[in-house]
């Protein structure tokens, strides 16, 4: 998620009551020991897949829906007007049957719908269902509803065709089209009503249906009348674990099929060195995720150009890789991932990796010398583990390249209280990370970059970089930015985004660190287990 998540959007993380009755009765009828770690080996239950994890969701509603993991059940219970394909980030219909036809002016959308799909209830899909939808979305004010804050209208202008309009031009409207809780809804389960939400039922069009919630498992049942190609399972059982060891000693002893989300370091090094031996499959992808230093350029001495590029050269992504991660993250040198083809790895063509030559000169032009050292406090989140093991070792790095011309102070911050503070330019440097609502290279950028109302250069007082606490402003940045909004053309667009990028590398707000990686432990007899670049694991391709 983003900075405007932290702004209060937060993901609400919370538990989920379970019901094991028919379990407990089982058991008792067959007099034997039963717990609920213990996979069901049952007839009925062999075509089943177990998934574990750690995720802890709140909410199965899309309208309120804001975090990783219920967006991969959305993802596989539901379906949206456009979608990924499973193997590349390119955009594909789903309940529309093309790509929607834009008018000149960039504001109006007109997408040609599916005919034949129903909901889990029965009740038949059409434009005004989908309309229904996305108007529930944005009234009912849930968590994620900012995303269609510029939605003007919604019109079912056939049985099977919609139209939307927006206040203003975005070219990436359809990729945000993509985003798991724009699916559509069963109009005679939901309703329109701001605050009212369904946290514990789903009803969609998807490939599966909710049929059980709970605090430890949420099942899912392959939907007989679903439109598209079957699930290759009868349905998918996702087993929550309380900590990553015991989602790690679960697949293991093979109490679980697959394993997605989120074990340590550690235990992912140990599944990938004993998939040899036991038979695991391992799953790795790039995934979409990317950490990052903001910088606090109304805060002395980050206010100097020279100070923040002589930082950005001193960071060794490779040791941070290496050293802190195992291999289990890629270096970043752009804020835009390498999954998108529009990225440009700025950082390293202009300030490189450990550059302690680099490093000293700027720092020598900014007036900083072993006599008088630049001093600087370097913030961290410190309930993530990874964050004061980066912070540590970024200190280690400047100490070592630098002897005492840079020396960072180390202070960590409980997360909730940092996020609330970051427009306050608390922070001169925080090490933060981000995760895009849709996968387009301008949510890499705009809710950076972007400053609304700056008085003066690099004063941002609203906007994007206000909230990230970077208080960044440019003039050409903003121009560069709702250009690359309104152009549908790629080459033109990817041009623009070039452009964006070699401003960041010239003013550094931000510097980028990593992109993490992905992974997904499937069990030898597992077939057809994948990740996708955003984050999505799909349901229905897995069988036993």
């Known amino acids: 998620m983003g900075i405007r998540g932290w702004q209060g959007w937060m993901r609400n993380r919370v538990?989920?009551?379970?019901?094991?009755?028919?379990?407990?009765?089982?058991?008792?009828?067959?007099?034997?020991?039963?717990?609920?770690?213990?996979?069901?080996?049952?007839?009925?239950?062999?075509?089943?897949?177990?998934?574990?994890?750690?995720?802890?969701?709140?909410?199965?509603?899309?309208?309120?829906?804001?975090?990783?993991?219920?967006?991969?059940?959305?993802?596989?219970?539901?379906?949206?007007?456009?979608?990924?394909?499973?193997?590349?980030?390119?955009?594909?219909?789903?309940?529309?049957?093309?790509?929607?036809?834009?008018?000149?002016?960039?504001?109006?959308?007109?997408m040609p719908l599916r005919q034949g799909v129903v909901f889990h209830d029965g009740t038949a899909f059409n434009a005004k269902a989908m309309a229904f939808s996305l108007q529930r979305f944005i009234q009912n004010a849930g968590s994620p509803s900012f995303l269609l804050a510029d939605v003007d209208s919604i019109k079912p202008t056939g049985e099977y065709e919609l139209t939307i309009k927006l206040k203003k031009p975005f070219a990436a409207f359809p990729s945000l089209l993509a985003f798991s809780g724009l699916c559509a809804v069963s109009p005679n389960a939901y309703q329109i009503q701001e605050g009212s939400f369904n946290s514990e039922t789903f009803v969609g069009t998807g490939p599966y249906k909710l049929v059980g919630y709970g605090t430890d498992q949420i099942r899912l049942e392959a939907f007989d009348r679903y439109w598209g190609s079957k699930p290759a399972n009868r349905g998918v059982d996702v087993q929550f674990f309380s900590s990553p060891a015991n989602l790690y000693n679960a697949f293991r002893t093979?109490?679980?099929?697959?394993?997605?989300?989120?074990?340590?370091?550690?235990?992912?090094r140990n599944l990938q060195e004993g998939a040899a031996t036991h038979g695991w499959q391992v799953i790795e992808e790039a995934g979409s995720g990317i950490d990052y230093l903001t910088l606090n350029m109304q805060s002395p001495p980050l206010d100097k150009l020279e100070v923040r590029q002589a930082i950005a050269a001193m960071v060794d992504r490779p040791i941070l890789q290496d050293r802190v991660f195992a291999g289990q993250i890629e270096p970043l040198y752009s804020l835009i991932p390498n999954t998108l083809d529009v990225q440009n790895p700025v950082f390293k063509a202009e300030l490189g990796d450990g550059n302690a030559e680099k490093a000293k000169q700027l720092l020598a032009q900014a007036g900083y010398s072993n006599d008088n050292p630049l001093k600087l406090e370097f913030w961290y989140r410190s309930n993530l583990v990874n964050d004061q093991l980066t912070a540590i070792t970024l200190k280690a790095?400047?100490?070592?390249?630098?002897?005492?011309?840079?020396?960072?102070?180390?202070?960590?911050?409980?997360?909730?209280?940092?996020y609330k503070n970051l427009d306050k330019g608390a922070y001169?440097?925080?090490?933060?990370?981000?995760?895009?609502?849709?996968?387009?290279?301008?949510?890499?950028?705009?809710?950076?970059?972007?400053?609304?109302?700056?008085?003066a250069p690099n004063h941002c007082e609203e906007g994007s970089s206000f909230l990230q606490g970077s208080f960044y402003s440019s003039d050409r940045v903003n121009q560069l930015i709702e250009q690359s909004r309104k152009e549908l053309n790629f080459a033109k667009r990817k041009q623009l985004f070039n452009d964006l990028q070699t401003m960041l590398v010239q003013d550094v707000p931000f510097i980028p660190l990593w992109q993490n990686k992905d992974f997904l432990f499937a069990q030898q007899s597992i077939q057809g287990a994948s990740l996708q670049a955003t984050q999505k694991v799909p349901f229905w391709t897995l069988k036993k």
């Open 397 to 418: 790095i400047a100490k070592k390249k630098l002897g005492n011309l840079l020396q960072l102070d180390l202070k960590g911050i409980e997360s909730t209280t940092a």
């Open 15 to 110: 538990s989920l009551p379970m019901r094991f009755l028919s379990l407990v009765l089982l058991c008792v009828l067959l007099t034997v020991s039963c717990s609920r770690s213990t996979p069901d080996t049952s007839s009925n239950n062999r075509d089943r897949v177990v998934i574990g994890t750690t995720a802890i969701i709140s909410t199965l509603d899309p309208a309120d829906a804001y975090s990783i993991f219920t967006g991969n059940l959305l993802y596989n219970l539901g379906d949206r007007l456009y979608t990924y394909a499973t193997d590349s980030p390119n955009l594909e219909p789903q309940l529309a049957t093309a790509l929607p036809t834009v008018s000149p002016d960039g504001l109006t959308y007109t």
């Open 254 to 268: 093979g109490a679980v099929d697959l394993a997605y989300q989120n074990l340590a370091i550690d235990q992912i």
């Open 428 to 455: 001169p440097i925080f090490l933060l990370d981000w995760t895009p609502d849709f996968l387009d290279a301008d949510n890499y950028i705009q809710p950076f970059m972007e400053c609304s109302k700056g008085a």
